[in-house]
């Protein structure tokens, strides 16, 4: 497969099938023009009203003109996107970025911004505490005077048993029947057929007969002796020991455990770190149940002003066993695959990652696919037909992000991973709606309370009436983010626009499916919040006369009760 660029693409969407008579909106058929998807007629009369507080209103004449500052938070990406491919063509899958050695100058980061990358992740496995700072200010001086609009994530290393040294500067292979030492003793240098670890209980518990595997499978050993707190190990499968290479140990099918923190004395400085440089996402390796999740959030409410959300990583079978409290714990889940595959049989991953996406969705937490994505393109500037089958199979599922690892942090081609990863999310939601595939997604009640309930059941009624009446754009005027997440909670055909004048809630919204973020001054006003909206937008050229526009609020007016303003309006613009 080629990888090509936009124009390439609206090539591909010129030659897919126009949309059968099936798919109508307001009676009319939906095509798709020059890349476009697009309604035929989209105005909208007042009998179109449905059940609750609709008002398809003349449109905005009359209403006072606001001073718009056209600065006001609209990512310049988005932006071009928009223009480009119209409302109902913008990508919604989110997309993370690793950043590494090969994409960590300024300029590479502009590339990676202007290509879509909506989160840059920073894995504090690697390099320097000072190298991730140089990289969050260059991002956030991007941000600030380009126009861009990255979040940052950082990654936590977690307490893992991994190989410090194993004799080579690089990759070394493990010969069938060789005999390796494994230690924690630490010793200068490298010493050959040696392994040195990381932790020095890394054999503890572990006795002759016991199972090592190196990451996830790469190669095996059988511990054959134990020398004081040191193995001797036999190769009974060859393979290859990368830098860091994970050690994990089996008896009788099942893993060894070796007990040890989520979060390690040097993850906790990587946390204050995080919180130093104003980091908007912190990802929690290795957890293991809802605590440690819980903990750090504690720790980051009292550490912190802002409110910095936490990703739970599943990649244990633990995690996987306390999976909901997990989900709920947490502000959003990534499905690390990699070492996920070092617990779980490879054969369930795909069935895995299936599950925990579902579960997301259910419970409103947004969801990575992370690892190996795209792996061959660290090296060949085009992926395989298997990694491009399973990127679609994450978009098909509703993942709200996808996440390039290698390929952006040490690949020769993670621009063009980006713009595979674009390309691929863009196509296969197309085919979504085209399949008209979010009318077969179901969401169990959430709420708690009468009024959580409420914000939550204008959300899918919000989202079924954009569907049905085939409105160009959602606008959701939101204090937290809360309401902006329960409609992308149902993936609706038209981008949400979600208007906050809450930039930690602007920043964690990035990740979320089909949600455009943006910061703008809102006040008790709804009317005139609506009004400078939609004046931002028109001047912006996204909007012109004749589109509609579906609105919904969390906020609430000092003087109006909560519910005052728990409406759905469509307007028209004029
Ligand atoms: N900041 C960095 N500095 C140097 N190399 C990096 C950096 N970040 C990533 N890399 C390289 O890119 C590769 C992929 O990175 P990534 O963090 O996605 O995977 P990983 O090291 O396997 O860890 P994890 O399992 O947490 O994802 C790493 O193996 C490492 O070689
Ligand atoms: C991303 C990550 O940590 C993994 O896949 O293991």
Request: glycine share 8%; net charge negative; aromatic share 6%.
């Amino acid at each position: 497969m080629a990888v090509s660029s936009d124009s390439m693409l609206q090539k591909v969407f010129a030659k897919s099938p126009t949309f059968d008579s099936n798919k109508k909106v307001l009676g009319k058929s939906v095509g798709i023009s020059g890349g476009v998807i697009s309604c035929n007629e989209r105005k909208l009369k007042s009998e179109d009203k449905i059940a609750v507080k609709a008002s398809a209103e003349a449109g905005l004449k009359g209403l006072k003109s606001y001073e718009v500052n056209l600065d006001l938070g609209f990512d310049v990406v988005a932006e071009r996107e928009l223009r480009e491919k119209g409302f109902l063509g913008v990508r919604k899958t989110k997309l993370v970025c690793t950043i590494g050695p090969a994409c960590c100058s300024l300029e590479d980061l502009e590339r990676l911004a202007m290509g879509g990358m909506n989160v840059a992740r920073l894995n504090m496995c690697h390099n320097t505490r000072e190298w991730h700072r140089d990289v969050i200010r260059k991002v956030k001086k991007l941000n600030e005077e380009k126009g861009f609009f990255v979040s940052v994530m950082i990654d936590t290393e977690g307490s893992l048993i991994h190989v410090v040294d194993h004799g080579a500067p690089s990759s070394i292979k493990a010969e069938e029947g060789s005999v390796w030492v494994f230690t924690a003793t630490k010793f200068e240098g490298s010493r050959p057929f040696t392994v040195q670890a990381n932790y020095e209980g890394f054999s503890e518990g572990i006795m002759v007969g016991d199972e090592l595997v190196i990451d996830g499978g790469m190669a095996k050993f059988e511990v054959v002796e134990r020398m004081g707190n040191d193995l001797r190990c036999k190769c009974t499968d060859p393979g290859l020991f990368l830098p860091r290479a994970k050690l994990s140990f089996w008896r009788d099918g099942k893993l060894s455990y070796h007990g040890l923190p989520t979060l390690s004395i040097k993850d906790w400085a990587d946390v204050d770190f995080g919180v130093s440089e104003g980091v908007d996402f912190i990802a929690l390796s290795f957890v293991n149940d809802a605590n440690s999740v819980k903990n750090l959030k504690n720790y980051l409410s009292a550490k912190s002003s802002k409110s910095i959300r936490v990703l739970a990583k599943i990649e244990t079978l633990e995690s996987l066993q306390k999976l909901e409290e997990i989900v709920e714990a947490s502000d959003g889940i990534m499905v690390a695959r990699g070492d996920l595959g070092v617990e779980v049989p490879l054969e369930l991953i795909p069935t895995v990652q299936e599950d925990v996406t579902r579960l997301c969705r259910q419970l409103n937490k947004p969801v990575i696919i992370a690892s190996q994505l795209l792996e061959s393109m660290v090296e060949c500037p085009t992926p395989t037909r298997a990694e491009v089958a399973d990127v679609s199979e994450a978009v098909r599922q509703y993942a709200d992000a996808l996440m390039l690892s290698g390929e952006s942090a040490i690949g020769l081609h993670g621009q063009k991973a980006l713009s595979v990863l674009q390309m691929v999310s863009s196509r296969m939601e197309l085919w979504s709606h085209e399949e008209n595939r979010q009318g077969a997604l179901h969401n169990s009640q959430l709420g708690d309370t009468l009024s959580d309930c409420i914000a939550e059941e204008i959300c899918n009624c919000a989202v079924q009436m954009a569907n049905n009446l085939g409105v160009d754009a959602i606008f959701v005027y939101t204090k937290h983010g809360e309401m902006a997440s329960l409609l992308s909670r149902n993936r609706p055909y038209p981008p949400i626009f979600a208007f906050t004048s809450d930039n930690n809630a602007r920043m964690a919204l990035n990740l979320q499916w089909g949600v455009i973020p943006l910061l703008v001054d809102l006040s008790d006003d709804m009317e005139a919040n609506i009004s400078k909206t939609i004046d931002l937008i028109r001047t912006k050229g996204m909007i012109k006369e004749g589109d509609a526009v579906l609105l919904v609020s969390d906020l609430t007016p000092t003087h109006a009760t909560s519910t005052t303003f728990q409406s759905i309006q469509v307007k028209t613009i004029v």
